[in-house]
Each structure stands twice: as C-alpha cells, then as structure tokens.
C-alpha cells in the first residue's frame, strides 16, 4: 500500500498569514491529490498532478497554489487565509486508478 | 459527467449484525472502479474494498462484501458481524479508467454508528 504523509497534522494560522502544508510519499507514485474537507463532507479535489504535469480544477480559489518540487514531496500553499478556509486538508497517493489518503491537516484559521 | 448517489444520511446498527449501506451512480462509462472508503471519527479516509466493473465476481474483504449490479448502476456495501470500529463516515466512489487525469467522484456520505 501507499504510504502518504502529512504533517503537520493540526495547523493554526491566523486570517490573512500565508501557511504551507505538506505532504510526502513513499513509493514514487506519479500522481498526488490536493482535497479539502469540510466537516461531514465528502472531499473536494483542488488540485492534482501526474508527474510534473500540474491540473487546477476550475473552481480551486486563486488563493490556493501548490507546488511539487520532485516525485515524493507535494505542499499546499494558501496564501491569505480566510475563515471559510479553516479545513481538512488531505492529500492522496495513487496507484492503479485507486487512491490512498494521508491522515490529513486540520486547518484553524484565527 | 459521472455521479454518485448516497441517499441515506445515517444509519445505525447492533454490535455483531449485520448492516448494508446503499449506493448508485450514473456513467456511460464502460471501464472504470468503484470504492468504498471509511473515515472514521480520526478522520483518516481509508480503502475498503475495490471492485473493478469488468469483473462479474463482487469484491470481498473480510467482513466487507459488495452487491455490484452493473446494469442497475448499483454498488452497495455490507457489513458483517458489526464492531465497535466500524462507526464512521462512509463514502461511495467512482473512477472513470483513463490513465493519468482519472479523477474521483464521491458520494455525499452515509454516517454509520454501530451501538454496543
């Protein structure tokens, strides 16, 4: 199985201050996932890569970028928080067209 | 556009029996998966079992079985002998098979709560 990271696993920021997530994995998978979730929602995709290859889905707020430096490591940037951003945050891994999610980043936003 | 329907919100079930939590979807995909995936309250999603649509067989795990009907666009979950460990968030899922950009749709959710 996948092994995804995600750290930290409980964040808080204050509105408007620029915070990063992160999230790594094990196995050299070529596709990583960005969802949010909010509380007793199924997630929502916010981005997705294949390789370096980098896919924004239409309705993914500007104010949330990502970055994928090589195949193992993957953030999350959010550049000014607001309250409607206070979240989870999980990131997935996939092989074979089946996807396996990190424990998730609790986002606080102050 | 694919999509997937929970209909039921809750639903809640003895220790030890027996409970199915429904799902249907709509595609005019022929190749792709389907998932079951639970998110208890630590809020970790994890893989319950996988069925592949070209395959006639349901998928097992365990106490996890599936009802795959294809042509009623059907895929429901069963859960045997009930624990404690098993009350959580469940989400149906559906992937079209097309390589890299495949994306998932999920269902909105069914709360499970398993009573002692």
């Known amino acids: 199985d996948a092994m995804v990271i995600q750290n930290p696993r409980y964040q808080v920021t204050q509105f408007g201050k620029p915070v990063t997530l992160s999230c790594s994995q094990t196995l050299n998978h070529n596709v990583m996932y960005w969802y949010q979730q909010k509380s007793s929602q199924a997630p929502k995709l916010l981005f997705h890569?294949?390789?370096?290859?980098?896919?924004n889905e239409a309705d993914t707020p500007d104010n949330f970028q990502s970055r994928r430096p090589n195949t193992s490591f993957c953030f999350l940037d959010i550049r000014s928080p607001g309250l409607g951003d206070a979240a989870m945050y999980l990131c997935a891994t996939s092989v074979t067209d089946t996807q396996y999610f990190g424990p998730g980043t609790r986002l606080t936003v102050l | 556009a694919q999509t997937v329907t929970q209909s039921q919100p809750e639903m809640s079930v003895q220790e030890a029996e027996t409970v199915t939590l429904s799902c249907t979807y709509d595609?005019?995909?022929?190749?792709?998966?389907l998932f079951w995936y639970k998110q208890p309250p630590s809020r970790q999603m994890i893989l319950v079992i996988r069925q592949e649509a070209y395959k006639q067989q349901n998928a097992t795990e365990n106490r996890f079985s599936v009802n795959f009907q294809k042509a009623a666009k059907s895929f429901s979950l069963k859960i045997s002998d009930s624990q404690l460990g098993d009350t959580a968030m469940y989400f149906c899922?559906?992937?079209?098979?097309?390589?890299?950009?495949?994306?998932?749709?999920f269902g909105k959710g069914i709360t499970l709560s398993v009573r002692p």
């Open positions: 899922a559906f992937i079209r098979v097309t390589g890299a950009n495949s994306k998932l749709t």
């Open positions: 595609t005019s995909e022929n190749n792709y998966y």
């Open positions: 890569y294949y390789d370096k290859d980098f896919n």
